[in-house]
C-alpha cells in the first residue's frame, strides 16, 4: 500500500482544513486507517483512527474538532479539522494497517504516508 497525503497549507486560528490521503491498492477497503501529528519538537501523536466497518476514534484532546472520515469508492481517508488552534501547527501522516480493527498506536501502523504540513497562524 502507498499512501499519499495532501491538502496542507497556512490557515489562521479558527480556521478548517480537510486534509486527504490517497492509498493505492486494491484492499484499501480492508485496511485500518489513522491519523497521525507531530508538531516542532514534540513526539508523534494519534489525531483519529477509522477501522475497515467504519468505526472511529479519537484521543479526547481531538475529540470534536478532528474528524476522520473514508471514501471506499476513491481509495481516500479524509480528516476535517476545524477551529483549528496555532498549536494544531504539525506535519499530519496518514497511516495504514492490515487489520481490521482501530489502530491506537504508531506501532500498529505498517504503513506512512510522507505526512503534509498544516501551520495555523495567529
Known amino acids: 500500500v502507498q499512501l499519499q497525503a495532501s491538502g496542507g497549507g497556512l490557515v489562521q486560528a479558527g480556521g478548517s482544513m480537510r486534509l486527504s490521503c490517497g492509498a493505492s491498492?486494491?484492499?484499501?477497503?480492508?485496511?485500518?486507517m489513522g491519523w497521525f501529528r507531530q508538531g516542532p519538537g514534540k513526539e508523534r501523536e494519534l489525531v483519529a483512527a477509522?477501522?475497515?466497518?467504519?468505526?472511529?476514534y479519537s484521543p479526547n484532546s481531538m475529540r470534536g474538532r478532528f474528524t476522520i472520515s473514508r471514501d471506499l469508492a476513491k481509495n481516500t481517508v479524509y480528516l476535517q479539522t476545524n477551529s483549528l488552534k496555532v498549536e494544531d501547527t504539525a506535519v499530519y501522516y496518514c497511516?495504514?494497517?492490515?487489520?481490521?480493527?482501530?489502530?491506537?498506536?504508531?506501532?500498529?501502523?505498517?504503513?506512512w504516508g510522507q505526512g503534509t504540513l498544516v501551520t495555523v497562524s495567529s
Open positions: 497511516a495504514a494497517r492490515k487489520a481490521g480493527g482501530l489502530g491506537l498506536s504508531i506501532g500498529s501502523y505498517e504503513y
Open positions: 491498492g486494491r484492499t484499501f477497503g480492508s485496511y485500518a
Open positions: 477509522i477501522s475497515s466497518g467504519g468505526d472511529t
